[in-house]
């Protein structure tokens, strides 16, 4: 009986010690992602994995920045960025950040539709009006100590997919040679979707949503005030913080690693090179991979959309919020913060409204990497000065490692953006 409790107690002390890291880096292997991971194993194989193995610590990087920012700040991002940028900049930057993550949550939506009508039949856009419905309600009714939690829990999910891995067959030789040694091509698909796995797995909405949620979990914590404004103390903050954040990016990452590697030895390997969403590729993968891959990938699909459109709905509410001084909280009862969840109510309407339209996915997955690859750079410079500025961060002003690599990370953004641009001229001509 000592010895459960015991065991109860580590678990309990290690999952409270997570929380906004955690829940995003798992939203960002969210249905969209899983589509744009899947395609580039299915696409060209283990040739891409070297992309996901990049990242890592670039992700790493830029997301402790915008953490730090919120727990040090006490403020979210829009709300920092309106210190050292022209209004208007933020104002655009936010408007741009609105219109991408709705057509990322329209993509999310129609994905969790498709998976749970290839899993129990019935109609898609239904099954795509009880997933919005049900998102909304949450955050709504919900208060944040609680609904944090939920979201803590469904990051679980997302182990469906490494544990795909035990289920194919995999030769380990390429994989490790798809991993350290990057595979060189100028064609424009291969770019394309290079910058797609680039962009899917830096995006601005988490900056958003991970450095408000830092902020909620201040709110919660013993101190009234962040850091900034204390005397001392802080620092085993900032070390939970940090720890949570790296697990997160980690877990997100190894996700992606094994989705791109499981469509390469499955799909790729059976000339199955065509796929546009996730739900494709579960369907996909029954006849080469057996029936029950095809329901953990399935599966998967709708437990990450239930985890990603609340985050994409948040980040929105949460830019617009603080870009405009509203009451941003997910602790707050609906009459208490009118504009901010009707926000998260509009954006996931308006996401639902355009799973009617004529519109290819892959161009709404297109269209969503574009504007998010845009957005980033700037988003990225922004919080990269906050971060380094004394005035702004106080004792806590980011130093050596953490700018460095925040900075390449920025870079690397841009670079991606450039051949973004790039590619699709080319794939003009």
Known sequence: MAKKSSTKNVVEATTG????????????????????????????????????????????????????????????IAANAKEVAPKWVVLGLVLLLLVANIINIAADIAAMGEALYLLVGGLKHEHALIFAAASVLLQIFVP????????????????TYIALIFFVRVPWGDVIFGTLVPAVSFKTDYLMLVVAVLGTTISPYLFFWQASQEVEEMHRGRHAKPPLKRRKGGGSEIKCMTRDTVIGMIVSNIVSYSIVLTTAATLHAHGVTNIQTAADAANALRPVAGEFAFLLFAAGIIGTGMLAVPVLAGSAAYAVG?????????????????????????????????????????????????????VAVPIMAIMMIIVANTEAMGRFRAKGKLIVAGWAATALMGVTVLAMIGSSILGME
Do not use: C
Request: overall charge neutral.
């Open 144 to 159: 944040y100590h609680r609904y944090a939690s939920l979201l803590k829990w469904m990051t679980l999910v997302l182990f």
């Open 17 to 76: 010690q997570l929380g906004p890291g955690l829940v995003t880096g798992a939203a960002d292997d969210d249905p969209s992602g899983i589509a744009t991971y899947s395609q580039a194993g299915a696409q060209f194989g283990f040739s891409l994995l070297w992309t996901v193995f990049l990242t890592t610590p670039f992700m790493i990087a830029i997301q402790l920045v915008s953490a730090e920012i919120g727990r040090v700040t006490g403020k979210g």
């Open 322 to 374: 603080d870009l405009f001084g509203w009451r941003s909280t997910l602790e707050a009862r609906f009459p208490e913060a009118f504009g901010f969840y009707a926000i998260i109510f509009a954006a996931t309407l308006v996401g639902f409204g355009l799973t009617f339209a004529p519109i290819d996915p892959i161009k709404l997955l297109v269209w969503s990497a574009v504007i998010n690859g845009v």
